[in-house]
């Protein structure tokens, strides 16, 4: 895994100086996400110098082999690279690439290769996660490319000047080529999210490339983007047909195949247990592969948290050499300011990641395996059931009278107040029913109304709180795929939103942070195209959590796994923040912080807070974090809040 950057002159700049410059800064910024090697070159093109930074963690040929950036020498293409291909070698033995010239066993050179024989349809040629960046010397135009599921960053901004990339944003702003301004819009979503919704980010101007697609910069700054692979749009149609003895059996020979693609490594390869369905079933299809696995998970001395039970029963059946990693409010406390400088944008998660990672890490290890996914494709979270069920009662409100339906909204923002499930009840009753409509509601940390309160006035009026993100990117997905069921939709909301924007973003930065590549084997492209294409009745439960993983696998689960009771992964943030953790908070939601920078009404978020030490619940823990996480982020990135 390895970090990425790269500026594109746009105006006439003869002198690389500049360039190179700004490059040795960006790379330096992105240290921690490849210790092993860095390099920066200049491509002289018509005019001016494009740069190209790296930074290397050696997973893949250790030699100097691997150096990025890496030229093509039958073509001068230059490629910077961050993921890895997990098939390169499958895909050297293709006929059409037998014949190429190979000077390293990476998969660098690999992608390079393949975008000279099929351009840029070679990603759909690739199986793994990655974000590269290729000058092409013959076309003299940027060839940029995200993974199928956004499992690799890639950020860029564009002005009259400037095309630059990076993995990070604090790359980007390291350049100086990058004003450090928070944007409105980002802004007010992360307040809902507890993260940005992808395109967008916290710093205006900064855009994310979205996951499965590629974008061309020419000479001149004229942008191409496309979306090259979709979750929905590819769901296999081969699934569709097949029995429930056919789509057990593929299933089960996907995840093998997965597993063994994401063990393809030139260094030792651990894992994640929390002792749930999905990580037990990743470290069991690695045990089936023949690997000893070494197992790492996070516990701690509240027993309504900790999974540390089922973690340990999991690691004696598998017999994995097992590491318990306890979190304390004291070691938290300790590694909680190297966490959230680690937040390449702030979010209400990851410091978990964060801790795991870290030990991973002393321990010898660079690359884990992790079972994030499963619950997003095999149906784990509760918003399943939840939504299915919900969806019933408001296609009957949908029906009626529109009178009737305004006065009941009435009575309950009358009754609501200062309520969390108050607010999202009110905003589904305004909803129109849908699950584009209702999906998002039940994922926001704050509703439209609560983040009305908390905002300056000033601030709210540079926001379009009419169009939600999800909401728009849900209606315009579902009405391009209207074959699909209900439980791929919900599947679609659940990876494309809060696994993309939260989990993933939260699992890249935070385990980077210590040079771990963590992969996810359970969101390879193809096990997810045949999963999404199965009809809901393949995956319903019947009573038995994630029904079509769980019997995919046969008997390779231990049976108290697949019965235990489902149990979230979160740090115990809302005692926490009463104990040890409030001094940290409260010097954070102070006047002399955010309540200082004229962006929130901070009588306001003194009431929360005080509210929330007194335990009322109308306030949860996470409408508080995000704040604090918020606050510490500007300081520390030295970003502009004038609205």
């Known amino acids: ?130 974000a590269f960046a290729i000058w092409d010397a013959q076309t003299q135009e940027l060839f940029l490319a995200r993974d199928h599921l956004g499992i690799k960053p890639l950020f860029y901004y564009s002005d009259e000047k400037h095309f630059v990339f990076a993995s990070e944003i604090r790359a980007l702003l390291a350049s100086g080529l990058v004003p450090r301004v928070l944007d409105p819009g980002g802004l007010w979503d992360y307040m809902a999210y507890q993260s940005v919704p992808a395109p967008s980010t916290l710093i205006k101007g900064v855009r994310a490339l979205l996951p499965g697609s590629w974008l061309t910069v020419d000479l001149v700054g004229r942008t191409t983007e496309k979306t090259y692979w979709g979750i929905l749009e590819n769901a296999s149609e081969e699934a569709r047909d097949a029995t429930e003895t056919e789509s057990r059996g593929r299933v ?42 070494q197992t790492f998970s996070v516990v701690f001395t509240e027993k309504a948290y900790t999974e540390a039970q089922y973690a340990r029963e999991v690691a004696s059946q598998l017999h994995t050499d097992h590491t318990e990693i306890l979190l304390t409010e004291r070691n938290l406390l300790d590694q909680l300011l190297g966490a959230l400088s680690a937040m390449d944008q702030p979010t209400g998660d990851g410091v978990n990641t ?157 385990s980077m942070a210590h040079a771990l590549e963590v992969r996810v084997p359970l969101l390879d492209s193809k096990l997810v195209e045949y999963v999404m294409g199965l009809p809901d009745a393949m995956k319903h439960s019947n009573g038995i959590p994630k029904r079509l993983l769980v019997e995919s696998l046969g008997g390779l689960l231990p049976k108290q796994v697949v019965n235990r009771p489902k149990q979230g992964f979160t740090l115990p943030f809302d005692p926490w923040m009463r104990g040890a953790l409030r001094p940290f908070c409260e010097a954070r939601l102070s ?51 004038d609205a």
């Open 1 to 130: 895994m390895c970090g990425i950057a790269g500026i594109l002159p746009l105006t006439d700049q003869p002198e690389s100086g500049g360039v190179t410059r700004a490059l040795d800064v960006m790379v330096r910024h992105l240290a921690h996400r490849g210790p092993d090697d860095q390099g920066v070159v200049t491509i002289r093109k018509d005019f001016g110098q494009l740069g190209f930074g790296h930074t290397r963690l050696a997973i893949l040929d250790l030699s100097p082999s691997g150096h990025q950036p890496m030229f093509d020498s039958q073509n001068d293409n230059c490629i910077t690279f961050n993921g890895e291909i997990y098939n390169f070698k499958e895909l050297r033995q293709k006929e059409s690439l037998a014949s190429a010239e190979w000077k390293s066993q990476t998969d660098t050179e690999t992608i390079l290769k393949s975008y000279a024989h099929w351009g840029k349809d070679c990603v759909h040629h690739f199986r793994g996660m990655f």
């Open 252 to 293: 089960r020979e996907l995840l093998r195949e997965s597993i063994g693609l994401n063990l393809v490594s030139d260094v030792p390869v651990a894992a994640f247990l929390s002792g749930g369905i999905d990580s037990s079933a990743v470290v069991a299809l690695m045990k089936e592969a023949g690997q000893t696995a």
């Open 354 to 510: 964060y801790v795991v990672s870290r030990a991973v890490r002393a321990a010898g290890v660079k690359v884990s395996l992790s079972g994030l996914g499963g619950d997003e494709l095999f149906g784990g979270y509760p918003s399943f059931a939840r939504l299915k069920k919900l969806s019933k009662y408001l296609r009957v409100w949908g029906a009626t009278p529109e009178r009737l339906r305004a006065f009941a909204v009435d009575t309950a923002e009358s009754m609501a107040g200062n309520s969390v499930t108050g607010s999202k009840a009110i905003s589904l009753l305004r909803s129109d029913g849908t699950l584009a409509s209702t999906y998002p509601v039940l994922r926001q940390v704050l509703s439209i109304s609560q983040r009305r309160a908390l905002l300056q006035e000033h601030w709210l009026r540079r926001v379009d709180g009419s169009h939600d993100p999800y909401t728009v990117l849900l209606r315009e997905t579902f009405a391009r795929n209207e074959r699909s069921e209900a439980m791929s939709r919900i599947s679609f909301a659940e990876a494309r939103t809060y696994m993309h924007d939260v989990l993933l973003h939260d699992t890249d930065q935070m």
């Open 591 to 641: 006047p002399e912080r955010i309540g200082s920078r004229g962006i929130v009404k901070h009588p306001h978020v003194h009431k929360l807070w005080h509210d929330f030490l007194e335990g009322k619940t109308n306030v949860s823990w996470s409408r508080l974090w995000i704040l604090v996480v918020l606050e510490e982020w500007l300081e520390r990135n030295q970003i502009m809040c």
